[in-house]
């Protein structure tokens, strides 16, 4: 089991290890909330060159993102491909064992709100 973890951390940075109950997925987190986790899984991918061009593009948006923007927001139409390998899991059964996970809506919260201070002077 040791040896799946560091694969995945030097080699394939950007994938997550997802367990439910006795199942264990492999793949990109599309977003996490508090009902739901989407990701793209890995395992459903049957042809060898397609699990080549979602690992390139798993290094792609890795390494060219901030990492925060989903990956099918990131690169748009080219990973419209990999729509049918979409899961989406209740969020209270599963458990991110290891991997990056994205979440739309800690990118709302860490906004900087900006505020204006007007001074005033006050008449002698």
């Not at 798993?58 to 748009?76: A, D, M, Q």
């Not at 419209?80 to 809506?105: E, N």
């Amino acid at each position: 089991m040791n040896e799946i973890f560091e694969t995945l951390k030097t080699k394939f940075p950007f994938l997550s290890l997802i367990r439910k109950g006795d199942l264990e997925y492999v793949g990109i987190v599309q977003n996490q909330d508090n009902q739901v986790t989407s990701f793209y899984d890995y395992g459903r991918i049957m042809q060898p060159q397609d699990k080549m061009k979602f690992l390139k593009m798993g290094e792609t948006w890795w390494w060219e993102s901030n990492r925060k923007i989903p990956i099918n927001i990131f690169l748009k139409g080219d990973f419209a491909y990999f729509k049918p390998t979409l899961v989406t899991l209740s969020t209270k059964d599963i458990q991110i064992v290891h991997g990056p996970c994205v979440r739309l809506d800690e990118i709302s919260k860490k906004r900087v709100k900006r505020r204006t201070i007007q001074l005033m002077r006050k008449p002698v």
